[in-house]
């Protein structure tokens, strides 16, 4: 009966499966939108919201009805192509779990009484909050929480943070680690590109790169060229056989936590045997040799380091990789012309991820793949005109030189109290949802409890409303301007545009819209910053920077790219439109715009630091193999992954593409653990088995799938499924995977990993 | 007239499901749901098998795309009592919904088990139905459907090269799943074209059928996998 | 003609009683059938409002319950003509006490077969399409055909012979409603000479055209199995098999109809232990015959080795369908040939126990037959599950009541042994039999 009530918001947004009434009469009733007159079909471009890609789309209309997704063939990231995301964001725009309305909360939380208002109303009541909070000085205590996957977004919203006065926009994002990284090694705090169309040996470490990054579409059409001829050897890394292991020529299975140990390993024979590139290490990097410090002390470098403290055997005992693997990966590696070593995300997860993601990219300086065809390259900035810096008051200049609250994001310490240097007084999250694979979802509950005022800009209903005082529902992609630079995982310079494809559904407002009013009704500084009546308005004046630039164009049919390349190359370029306004409507006719040329042997753009060069990460720290230690309670470890398309957001509201996460184990809807044949035959577990999986903070009922990918100490669990068709979808799922991971600890001291846990399968029923 | 057909390139295949997902939203084909799961009434015209082989560490995973295999015997055809399925000349096999009985013995009789039946009246949520298809129809409770290689994109290419004064060329029929798999996995066209790439592939020394011991002849043609040529 | 005028007169007493005395027990019997076949009207209903879906059938199970139903319907109705045709024109006299009982099993049973075929089509709201679009390449279509065809002549060959007890009945209740329909009924049958011979000879004519449709019947049914691809389904013994079934499947059901005719209408003396022996015979006979199909079907598909027809080999041996496949081994064979291959247990109760044995071990055998294959699909790809539904249950158990509760109108309407053949048998029979046994004897013509 709780369901029933809950989905009362909004003026009868019903979910009742219709499967009441007559079978005869439905045979009567035509279930479809075919009228005898209008039908006009129409193709719009745009950019596809439903992951941090930024895929071209063209969006297929009838009348006034989104009817299908297909790839924008002119777009250069995606071509005509669309992942199944895409196809499946169709459900995302008349989804029956949409938010119609600004709601407020009237009764107690979790009460699930909502009230529709107005968005004046709405707007008045979360503008009042924040001056109020502003006005005591604690305008830092407010936290915007949640990933904005356009740029074009992120960037309004620091705006608005920054001249408020919060440090805390705060979100989950695996990949700072390669962030991390290469601000380290390149001095750049940002992603760097892998030129897959050229390449001709990856060496993953488990690298899921056909399906889980931004950029995987991009990724998939190399796959499938290359494939053709048969010229590019994959290598995957992993301990477990993942969908992108399945498709590469060789698996090499590894211990979990220990892929940074098996790339010191290879770099270990690449140094001893002299197989790195000498040329490239001499001009373009650091540290490789040993070094005197600023104190005149004499410093191990890489070399040293790697020879001195790392015996082969060892690393393949660690490991669990044969000598001989070894050996003869890291010959092929160094031997290649043009090879990759590719480190993931997912080492986001692991306590000594940085330095592990390291050593894999020291791979690279290693074989002298970076700045060159077919290795690691920096992505050229599209010259959009940067907003005008905006005035900061004192007020918030104050407030903004506060600590940053990096939890709840990053640790799973409870609490507000003690553990803090603040409390949160309101707490704002983003339209995206969390992705289900989110790990520290337990202390986030706590936060929401605690937090007096929660306000969300969610665009669908489901169990997290029961922590929110105050909705202002966002629209779906398909309604708003948007503007999407392509990921910096691809080399590609490609600014993706889109108009309103339809009117916004019912009362829902775009989130950046309801920015621009928010700080227009909270008057002031705030007002006199953000000018723009609408965000249209902000992304023409970012767009005039591609209007003035010397170089590329609005996206062009890809027969005539190659001409415009060839004409840049020689200092043409194509001709300037008549006006801003008419370069502007181009653009959003045409989906965006390109710089197709790319010029290796970048050396300012690949190393921003002072002297321009790859500096090397000597390695210091032991790398573990074991992130728990054995333990005869339970004596498996179990890991945690990401299912394809997933990692920022499990696209719980798209049914379609929901139903296809499970195929390899044909599931649908049910989550499952995998277990090695051996292990399923001594625990005398059969297949499709139902079982409890417990770990020292909790367990969980699911059901055991025989897979020999695995080794047979390890059992294996997706995230990103959901069990269950929202909104029933809870915040913590109880029968998540991520009930299994342990509270407590901190990841940035590093003493805890998300993605393996120690755990103890058994049968139910005894 | 024709004889469409398909060419799926295993080695290219990545199993990112965007072809059903494609398929799914073109056809109006009915999304599951956990109840609909337990019974086991999916709907998927197109679906993603997976084969693995090999014991730990020595496994191989592939991934089979199948659509309807549209056979040159079908033995769907055969065994219907109204003629609601059957062999059109565009070497397409078509289904008829307002004739179908929903005796299943088509269903029963497919080897390849790609033929569906609805349970049930289908479940869109009313709010969804704006997102229908116009170009397909809803299938009603008790009938039989499966993938048509979507027909009707045929049809209105068809009619466009009338309204051009022109000829239908072949690219210009391109099903759902064709044209929006990521790694180009998946060629289409006609067999009896002998200058077209599908029917050049469909010779190659890597084509193979499924179950072409069967005789049914399918117009859906894999290539198997190669090996790196170091 | 004092003598045999008073054994006609106690016949026709013995044989009128059901029709004239009504006891409590027919009242409750009808109550209990009419409660069941309620129970099974509202699930029908229920399905035709909700469709298919409320059964338990998915993908790739498409059928179940309700196909096995139909095939195990239309395969007692082999009891009625076959035994009644084979019998009259095999001249056997021991016949005469169990034709129209056995041909009434025939003619309603066919009709509940054929219920459950419509029952299980997703629109039976389109099922005249079957003739307006008619596609004869359809082995189904071939049972549209044959089992028409078999309804029609079964008929036939009830009401023939029905037509001198009509007469006799028309006499005996002139003046009352029952009177009037009866003599529209009876077409005018005086009982002269000619009439006698033209209706033996139009008995004895659908005799023989009887025989020809009853075989064909059920090998068409067995046809739309045989004729797929499916592994053991695709079997070419599958014709022979099922009409051994069949007929296997009638004699039981007749049995059990005559055990229970024979004690509720007191016919202890018309239905002697020698005809349950006979048909205990019959019985054991198709038994071993049914065995010997079973066998060599089983036989052939586990030595070939061909890994789809294993899987649905040994999902009939060892998996899921194990129990009931070794039920069907107990039921249709085990306890048969047990219990009837001996004299001394060959009593009514024993035949009794081995008809209801063989009618439960028939109907597993249909369900054995349609599953595993249905469960075990050619490509790799999640092995199907069925369990069938209360919908299911009820439809069947409503089915089946109706059909008995129909069969028991039918006792009180008709006398349900034959009144003028035991009459016949009583005058003409005996002499004719001995006539016949002398011609075989050598030194006396053989007419």
């Known amino acids: ?766 | 007239m024709s004889k469409w057909g398909m060419v799926i390139d295993l080695d290219r295949c990545t199993g990112c499901q965007a072809c059903v997902a494609a398929c799914m939203v073109e056809n109006n084909v009915p999304f599951s749901t956990p109840e609909i799961e337990k019974r086991q009434r999916s709907i998927s015209w197109m679906s993603v098998l997976t084969v693995t082989e090999g014991t730990y560490p020595d496994i191989r995973q592939r991934f089979i795309p199948r659509p309807c295999m549209h056979c040159e015997n079908p033995p769907c055809v055969k065994v219907c009592p109204v003629g609601a399925t059957y062999k059109n000349d565009e070497g397409l096999v078509a289904q008829i919904y307002t004739r179908c009985i929903g005796c299943r013995y088509c269903t029963n009789n497919c080897p390849y088990t790609l033929k569906y039946f609805n349970y049930f009246p289908p479940h869109w949520p009313k709010p969804m139905r704006k997102r229908l298809n116009p170009d397909v129809s809803v299938r009603q409770v008790g009938v039989v459907e499966k993938c048509t290689f979507c027909h009707h994109r045929l049809q209105k290419a068809k009619e466009k090269a009338g309204l051009e004064k022109r000829q239908l060329r072949e690219e210009d029929y391109v099903p759902a799943c064709v044209q929006t798999c990521p790694p180009r996995a998946i060629y289409f066209g006609d067999l009896d074209n002998p200058k077209s790439p599908v029917a050049l592939l469909a010779k190659s020394s890597r084509a193979f059928r499924l179950l072409e011991e069967l005789g049914t002849e399918p117009q859906v043609f894999y290539l198997t996998e190669g090996e790196w040529h170091g | 003609m004092g003598d045999a005028g008073q054994e006609h007169k106690k016949y026709e007493e013995d044989l009128l009683r059901p029709l004239l005395k009504t006891g409590r027990k027919f009242y409750l019997a009808v109550a209990i059938l009419l409660a069941v076949f309620a129970f099974g009207l509202w699930a029908w209903i229920y399905q035709v409002r909700n469709g298919l879906g409320v059964t338990g059938l998915n993908r790739p199970v498409y059928w179940g319950f309700y196909i096995t139903n139909f095939v195990f319907f239309i395969g007692i109705s082999h009891a009625g003509t076959l035994i009644s045709a084979i019998l009259r024109l095999a001249h056997a006299e021991w016949r005469r006490a169990i034709t129209r009982s056995a041909e009434v099993i025939t003619v309603l049973v066919l009709f509940f077969g054929v219920f459950n075929i419509i029952n299980d089509l997703g629109r039976p709201d389109r099922l005249f399409f079957i003739i307006k679009h008619a596609k004869f390449g359809s082995p189904l279509l071939w049972d549209v055909v044959s089992i028409s065809l078999y309804m029609a002549c079964s008929s036939i060959y009830l009401f023939i012979p029905l037509i001198p007890d009509i007469a006799f009945l028309r006499d005996k209740f002139k003046g009352t409603l029952r009177g009037f329909i009866f003599r529209f009924l009876s077409l005018g049958w005086t009982g002269s000479g000619k009439q006698w011979r033209r209706l033996e000879k139009a008995i004895s004519a659908m005799a023989v055209l009887v025989i020809p449709i009853a075989v064909s019947v059920h090998t068409v049914v067995s046809y739309v199995f045989a004729m797929t691809i499916q592994p053991m389904w695709h079997s070419t013994i599958f014709g022979p098999y099922f009409v051994t079934g069949a007929i296997f499947s009638g004699i039981a059901a007749l049995i059990i109809a005559m055990v229970i005719i024979r004690r509720s209408c007191h016919l202890e003396s018309y239905l002697k232990p020698v005809h349950f022996n006979n048909l205990g015979l019959l019985l054991l006979v198709m038994s071993l015959l049914w065995f010997y199909f079973t066998f060599t079907e089983n036989l052939t598909a586990f030595y070939g080795a061909e890994p789809s027809h294993l899987a649905v080999f040994y999902a009939k041996l060892t998996g899921p369908y194990a129990p009931f496949f070794w039920s069907m081994v107990f039921c249709c064979f085990i306890v048969p040939v047990g219990i009837l291959s001996n004299r001394r247990t060959r009593t009514i109760r024993g035949t009794l126990v081995a008809s209801l044995a063989v009618i439960m071990g028939m109907w597993l055998e249909r369900f054995t037959i349609v599953l595993p294959t249905l469960i075990n699909p050619r490509l790799p790809y999640h092995r199907g599950i069925y369990s069938p539904t209360w919908v299911e249950i009820a439809i069947t158990a409503g089915s089946l009541a109706m059909f008995i509760l129909l069969y028991v109108l039918f006792v009180k309407i008709f006398p349900i042994v034959s009144l003028w053949e035991i009459k016949q048998g009583r005058e003409a029979g005996v002499e004719e039999t001995a006539a016949r046994v002398r011609g075989y004897l050598p030194g006396t013509s053989a007419t």
């Open chain 1, 1 to 766: 009966m709780k369901r029933r009530d809950f989905l009362k918001i909004g003026g009868g947004a019903s979910l009742a499966w219709p499967l009441s009434g007559c079978a005869i009469g439905k045979l009567s009733e035509r279930v479809t939108n075919t009228t005898w007159s209008g039908n006009l079909e129409s193709w719009i471009p745009t950019v596809c919201g439903a992951c941090p890609g930024g895929c071209g789309i063209l969006v297929r209309k009838i009348d006034d009805r989104v009817v299908k997704v297909e790839g924008n063939p002119w777009h250069p990231l995606n071509r005509d192509k669309v992942c199944p995301r895409g196809q499946a964001a169709v459900d995302l725009l008349y989804n029956p779990a949409r938010i119609q309305a600004p709601q407020k909360r009237v009764g107690g939380r979790a009460s699930r009484k909502w009230q529709e208002i107005t968005w004046e109303e709405a707007l008045a009541i979360l503008s009042e909050k924040l001056i109020q909070l502003r006005n005591e000085g604690k305008s830092h205590t407010v936290i915007f929480l949640g990933q904005l996957d356009s740029s074009a977004s992120a960037e309004l919203l620091s705006r608005f943070m920054r001249t408020y006065g919060s440090p805390n926009q705060i979100q989950f994002d695996p990949w700072e680690i390669l962030e991390n990284v290469y601000s380290h090694s390149h001095g750049i705090r940002d992603l760097l590109a892998f030129d897959f169309e050229n390449c001709r040996y990856i060496l993953s470490f488990g690298a899921q790169f056909l399906t889980n990054w931004p950029t995987s579409l991009e990724v998939q059409r190399a796959y499938g060229e290359r494939r053709s001829k048969r010229d590019l050897k994959i290598v995957q890394v992993e301990p477990r056989f993942s969908l992108t292991a399945s498709r590469a020529d060789s698996w090499i299975p590894v211990r979990p936590g220990t892929e940074g140990l098996l790339a010191l390993g290879i770099a270990s024979v690449m140094v001893r045997e002299r197989l790195y590139d000498e040329e490239f290490i001499d001009r373009f990097t650091s540290k490789f040799e040993d070094w005197t410090d600023q104190r005149g002390e004499k410093v191990e470098g890489f070399r040293t380091a790697i020879l001195r403290r790392f015996r082969l055997e060892d690393i393949s005992d660690k490991t669990g990789v044969p000598l001989k693997t070894l050996i003869e990966t890291a010959k092929e590696f160094s031997s290649s012309e043009r090879a990759l070593a590719i480190a993931d995300y997912n080492l986001f997860f692991h306590k000594d991820g940085f330095f592990q993601a390291s050593a894999i990219h020291a791979l690279n300086a290693l074989g002298g793949f970076i700045d060159k065809p077919g290795g690691v390259v920096r992505q050229r900035k599209a010259p959009l005109k940067a907003l005008p810096e905006p005035q900061v008051d004192e007020i918030a200049k104050k407030a903004l030189s506060q600590p940053r609250l990096d939890w709840p994001v990053k640790s799973s310490r409870a609490g507000t109290l003690g553990g803090n240097p603040y409390e949160i007084n309101c707490l704002m999250l983003s339209p995206q949802a969390l992705p289900s694979s989110y790990p520290f979802y337990r202390n986030f509950e706590r936060v929401l409890e605690k937090t007096p005022f929660v306000v969300s800009f969610q665009p669908y209903q489901d169990a997290s409303l029961d922590y929110v005082d105050l909705v202002l529902p966002d629209t779906t992609f398909f309604e708003k301007w948007q503007m999407r630079e392509v990921s910096s995982l691809s080399m590609k310079t490609v600014v993706g545009v889109g108009q309103p494809v339809v009117e916004p559904l019912q009362s829902s407002r775009p989130f950046e819209d309801v920015i621009l009013s928010l700080a227009k009704k909270m008057g002031g500084p705030m007002a006199s910053n953000f000018p723009w009546p609408t965000h249209q308005e902000v992304l023409r004046d970012q767009l005039s920077g591609l209007y003035e630039a010397e170089r590329g164009s609005i996206f062009i049919p890809p027969p005539d790219e190659v001409q415009l390349k060839i004409l840049e190359e020689q200092g043409w370029r194509f001709p300037r439109r008549d006006s801003l306004d008419a370069f502007l409507k181009d653009i959003f006719e045409k989906g965006g715009w390109q710089d197709p040329v790319y010029h290796f042997n970048l050396r300012t753009a690949t190393y921003q630091n002072i002297q321009r060069k790859f500096e090397f990460l000597a390695p210091v720290q032991d790398q573990n193999q074991e992130t728990e230690p054995e333990d005869a309670e339970f004596p498996f470890q179990l890991i945690l992954y990401d299912l394809p398309f997933t990692p920022t957001d499990s696209g719980g509201n798209m049914p379609v593409f929901q139903q296809t996460l499970g195929f390899q184990f044909e599931s649908e809807w049910k989550i499952w653990v995998e277990v090695n044949p051996t292990t399923a035959e001594k625990l005398q577990v059969r297949d499709r088995d139902p079982v409890w999986v417990e770990s020292p903070s909790g367990k969980i009922r699911t059901v055991a799938r025989v897979f020999p990918g695995l080794a047979p100490g390890l059992l294996a669990m997706p995230l990103g499924k959901e069990e269950v068709f929202p909104p029933e979808k809870k915040l913590s799922d109880k029968n998540s995977p991520l009930r299994l991971t342990r509270e407590g600890g901190d990841l940035r001291d590093g003493s805890v990993s998300q993605r393996t846990v120690r755990v103890k399968i058994y049968k139910t029923g005894g």
